[in-house]
DNA sequence: TTTTACGTACAGTTTATTCTGTATGAAAAT
DNA sequence: ATTTTCATACAGAATAAACTGTACGTAAAA
């Protein structure tokens, strides 16, 4: 009873780690799925994961994809082995922190954009109907595109202070 | 045709805005709510949110519980008014910045605490039993409360900035 | 060539989340 | 004191997300 099993250690350390990796806006079949391939000592087939989560081979093969998008899971080669083998990449902060920033970034400039086409058709219009409530309108406007621009700028600082 | 009504402009402000809210972790209702107060121009009951909005009064009282939670809105007086008010705080950046630093900074110091402990544990019990799975789960565990010192490192950074 | 083994598309099911309507208690109005 | 008006708790309905099993195409093995 002193010494438990190491199953039961991963277990506590992907229930604690899984939770992190959730708030990167994964899923948590994603967010188990890989904590579990990171432990793991080695590449792991589609079949290992299903039977070592306790789930269907299909779902691991979705989850997989979507951890390979975010480039948090790399597909390897192994001489003679005919199933697909995956692991997780190394580089914890690096690979999340890339992926993250990356998706803040591409959100927020692209809303950003628009609401920035929005003002100048409101601008182009202002002449004609100059009402309040379309002036409140355009302050806010310009506020919720300065939000948006200092998010971008925050995040890029961020991945340049990463580099 | 040419000058469209205000509220086909806001609508279409609305639906950029709440995407980028809805980064911060923001159902789209509770978004969408947000963006609509920060748009409008005075305080809003419960029930003309309710209108605006084509949702429940029931549903308005729940996202307007959570987005004060998160100190995004605020309860309002005025004069003779039986009815609740509520008001989008005004300072976008700062305070999505503080709920949003705030969530991750209490997580991530939570998990490393917790996975420190296992760690702790594990260290006790090394001189037992020197399996080789054991010291490579000990690598990965450290590499994980690295991980999330690095995270917290990070956000306190970004939270002093902001200063 | 035929057979076997693999990954994934897809449809249907299960599970989780969000929303609504009724009910209740508190407070203001009558 | 009684009635009305409000916010919200709660249970059930509607919607969305996640998961599974079957089926199919491809490629290796026989």
Redesign the interface.
């Known amino acids: 009873m002193?010494?438990p099993r190491?199953e039961q250690?991963?277990d506590?350390?992907m229930q604690?780690?899984s939770?992190?990796l959730e708030?990167f806006d994964l899923t948590s079949s994603e967010a188990r799925l890989f904590a579990h391939l990171?432990?793991s000592?080695k590449p792991l087939t589609l079949d290992e994961m299903a039977e070592a989560l306790g789930k269907s081979k299909t779902s691991m093969s979705t989850n997989i994809r979507s951890l390979s998008d975010l480039n948090l899971v790399t597909r390897v080669w192994k001489k003679g082995e005919r199933k697909d083998l995956y692991q997780a990449n190394?580089q914890?902060?690096k690979a999340?922190m890339n992926a993250y920033i990356g998706?803040?970034l591409e959100?927020?400039s692209h809303?950003k954009q628009?609401?920035k086409e929005?003002n100048i058709f409101?601008e182009g219009?202002e002449a004609?109907?100059i009402?309040t409530?379309?002036t409140?309108?355009e302050e806010?406007?310009e506020?919720?595109i300065?939000?948006?621009r200092?998010?971008e700028s925050?995040f890029k600082e961020?991945k340049m202070e990463e580099k």
Chains 1, 2 share one sequence.
């Open positions: 002193n010494t190491t250690i991963t506590k350390i604690e780690f939770k992190t708030m990171y432990i000592v190394s914890l902060f999340f998706k803040w959100a927020a809303q628009s609401l929005i409101l219009h004609d109907e009402s409530e379309l409140i309108i806010r406007l506020d919720i300065e939000f948006h200092r998010i925050l961020i």
